[in-house]
Structures are given as structure tokens and as C-alpha cells.
């Protein structure tokens, strides 16, 4: 049984600041990961994605990815209030012809004003 | 561009009755799809997905069924509905051979 697991939060953060999520998972051949954000109510939006180790860089999101430790990270560079969800990981992997994702129960992301 | 359609957006049912969900991808050919639930406060249960029209893979053992007679349809049906079976469902599309995933608006379903 595949796992990834993230710390539930809240993270709480103030505005303009770093967020710092992390995620662990279990099967050390998994090679795709992602981020999602949900907001409260609302499906998940896929906001990032990384297949090689090292960092991936779009607007004010960064993902990290180190396959050694098994962990993938998400940061969130001046962060704003909009960015209040919950950020739920991923790790995806082949099976029977389709990509297969694993996912978190999520981390809930608080930024105040 | 692609867009996942799913309906309806809300639904409230008595236990024991069936049930059907749809949804539908356009603006691509042979995707393939996938049906979650989502229960409050917990993670995301993959329930089915399916490569092709006819192929359907099921994740876990329970009174649903999943359907796929069109290359960008998806349908997940119950008979008989139980109150567990309330959550909030959703289905996502890759396109063939990629593996970013992307989720529809999803069905809030409370079976009472």
C-alpha cells in the first residue's frame, strides 16, 4: 500500500511571507509528483508538477523534489490571503496503462492579513 | 482547450435509492478518466478509472459501478444507495500517456 503522508496543519502564515509545505511518500520508485490546492467547497486545481530531483520554479511557486529522502516540498513565495486552501500532494505511478495517483489527506494553509 | 463537464452539481437522495452520475471531457480524444470520493474530512478515495470505451477498472470493492459507453463519457451508478456512500465526487481526465491529472467541478452527494 502506497503512502504519502503530509502534516494536516493548520500553517498558519502572515501575509507576504514564505509557506513551507512538505510531503513524504513511501515507494521509492515513484517517479511523478504534484500539487494541488482545494479550496474549501471547491475540486482540486492542479498547480505544480515534478519528475527530476531538484527545484521547479513557476511564478510564486517553487516545487522541491528529493528522491533520496523521499520528500517533495511546495513553496509559496509572498504569500497572500487568496492562498488560504488546503494543498493536497500527490505521487503518481503507472499501472495497467494509466498514471495512478496516491494522494495526502492535505495540508490547510491559513494566510492572515 | 480541455474542459471537464460534470452533473449534477448537487444532489440529495433517500438511502436505497439509485443513482447516476455524469461526466464529460471535451476537447480531446481517448483521455483517460477516473471517478474519486471525497469524504468529509478525508483524503481522496480513487473509486474507478478507465484507459478506453468499455474498460473500466475498479479500486475499491463497494455498491457502486462505473460505465464508460462513449471515448469521453464517464458514468458512475449506484442501485442502491447507503449513507455512506455520501460525499463529494469527483472526476478527473489525463490526456493518453500524460500523467498531470485534472479534476472537474464535482458532485456533492448527501444520501439521507
Known amino acids: 500500500q502506497k503512502e504519502v503522508e503530509q502534516n494536516s496543519g493548520p500553517l498558519s502564515v502572515p501575509e507576504g511571507a514564505i509557506a513551507s509545505l512538505n510531503c513524504t511518500y513511501s515507494d521509492r520508485g515513484s517517479q511523478s509528483f504534484f500539487w494541488y490546492r482545494q479550496y474549501s467547497g471547491k475540486s482540486p486545481e492542479l498547480i505544480m508538477f515534478?519528475?527530476?530531483?531538484g527545484d521547479k520554479e513557476d511564478g510564486r511557486f517553487t516545487a522541491q523534489l528529493n528522491k533520496a529522502s523521499q520528500y517533495v516540498s511546495l513553496l509559496i513565495r509572498d504569500s497572500q490571503p487568496s492562498d488560504s486552501a488546503t494543498y493536497l500532494c500527490a505521487v503518481s505511478d503507472l499501472s495497467g496503462g494509466s498514471y495512478i495517483p496516491t494522494f495526502g489527506r492535505g495540508t490547510s494553509l491559513i494566510v492572515h492579513p | 482547450s480541455q474542459t471537464i463537464h460534470q452533473w449534477p452539481a448537487t444532489l440529495v437522495q433517500p438511502v436505497g435509492s439509485p443513482l447516476s452520475l455524469e461526466c464529460t471531457v471535451e476537447?480531446?480524444?481517448?483521455?483517460?478518466l477516473y471517478w474519486y470520493r471525497q469524504a468529509a474530512g478525508r483524503g481522496l478515495q480513487l473509486l474507478f478509472y478507465s484507459v478506453g470505451i468499455g474498460q473500466i477498472s475498479s479500486e475499491v470493492p463497494q455498491n457502486l459501478s462505473a460505465s464508460r459507453p462513449q471515448d469521453r463519457q464517464f458514468i458512475l451508478s449506484s442501485k442502491k444507495l447507503l449513507l455512506s456512500d455520501s460525499g463529494f465526487y469527483l472526476c478527473?481526465?489525463?490526456?493518453?500517456?500524460?500523467?498531470?491529472?485534472?479534476f472537474g467541478p464535482g458532485t456533492r452527494l448527501t444520501v439521507t
Open positions: 476537447g480531446t480524444s481517448n483521455p483517460n
Open positions: 478527473a481526465w489525463t490526456a493518453g500517456g500524460q500523467r498531470e491529472q485534472y
Open positions: 515534478i519528475y527530476s530531483n
